[in-house]
């Protein structure tokens, strides 16, 4: 029986990788998703923050198993000069080889300069910190917050795995109480006090794939993706309001409407979310 069930699972995973979109038709046809999820149905969450001791903030997310690791490290630096009391946040994600196959070795590729690039519009556009908040003093020194996320192992939805990790990063961090010299030019940081971040908001995001013109699902995996016809993202804060929709690609879902749909399922989302933690 198990030499049986063994040769069953072999020829599965050669059907699956042959021909992948036949593989994930016949699961649609009964319903379910390859990994046993329903359409709209979302992965399990957990959420570790401090565990870098190094950073002044950091968070370890898992999204099924997706894992995203970031940390927030703060340096000094001279405001421009157009914004004197404004300081900086700087979100990256890197996608290394090391968490999938589809990632190369080297410089970072598109897709991550891509997320990196939507993750800085979302924490910025949300008013997520309070960049007046990072200033030490007008004109001479304010805080640099670089926001830096890994994905130690991709399996899907990168982009709402990191964010969450970003967000809760920066609501663990601390900076340290700093004093600027007029005299000297120098800026000297306590040992001691440290003071909370300024948390203004608190966005997520829940993200949608759109396949075969009519079938809405959530939380796609890695192996869905690549077979969707288009992505919706939405971008809520704690308090229900849409920040940010997001479509990538050209699908349609047939008779719905699929952002009123996916802002309605992104919402109870967020509530199963905030009820949870």
């Not at 010299?181 to 971040?197: A, E, H, W």
């Not at 016809?229 to 920040?243: G, K, M, P, R, S």
Request: some cysteine.
């Amino acid at each position: 029986m198990a030499s049986t069930s063994t040769t069953d699972d072999l020829k599965a995973a050669i059907f699956q990788r042959l021909h992948p979109r036949a593989y994930f038709e016949r699961f649609v046809a009964e319903k379910v998703r390859p990994d046993g999820r329903e359409f709209h149905e979302w992965r399990d969450v957990s959420v570790n923050v401090g565990s870098i001791s190094t950073a002044n903030g950091s968070a370890l997310v898992r999204l099924g198993n997706t894992t995203v690791v970031c940390g927030v490290k703060a340096e000094i630096a001279e405001p421009e000069l157009d914004q004197p009391e404004d300081g900086y946040l700087v979100p990256n994600l890197d996608l290394p080889a090391i968490c999938s196959p589809k990632f190369k070795p080297g410089p970072p590729g598109e897709e991550a300069q891509v997320l990196s690039d939507r993750l800085n519009d979302v924490l910025l556009s949300s008013g997520m910190v309070d960049l007046k908040s990072l200033c030490i003093h007008p004109g001479s020194a304010v805080w640099v917050l670089y926001v830096d996320a890994v994905c130690i192992n991709y399996d899907g939805n990168a982009f709402d795995a990191t964010l969450m990790a970003m967000v809760a990063a920066l609501r663990n961090t601390t900076l340290p109480q700093a004093t600027f010299d007029d005299i000297s030019g120098r800026t000297t940081c306590s040992r001691k006090t440290q003071i909370p971040l300024k948390i203004l908001r608190s966005p997520s995001s829940m993200s949608f794939g759109i396949f075969d013109g009519s079938l809405l699902i959530a939380d796609p995996t890695s192996f869905e993706e690549p077979l969707l016809d288009a992505t919706l993202t939405i971008v809520l804060d704690e308090n229900d309001q849409v920040l940010q929709t997001t479509q990538l690609g050209s699908g349609v879902v047939e008779h719905e409407d699929p952002l009123l749909a996916c802002i309605t399922a992104a919402k109870q989302r967020r509530r199963d979310l905030a009820n949870a933690s």
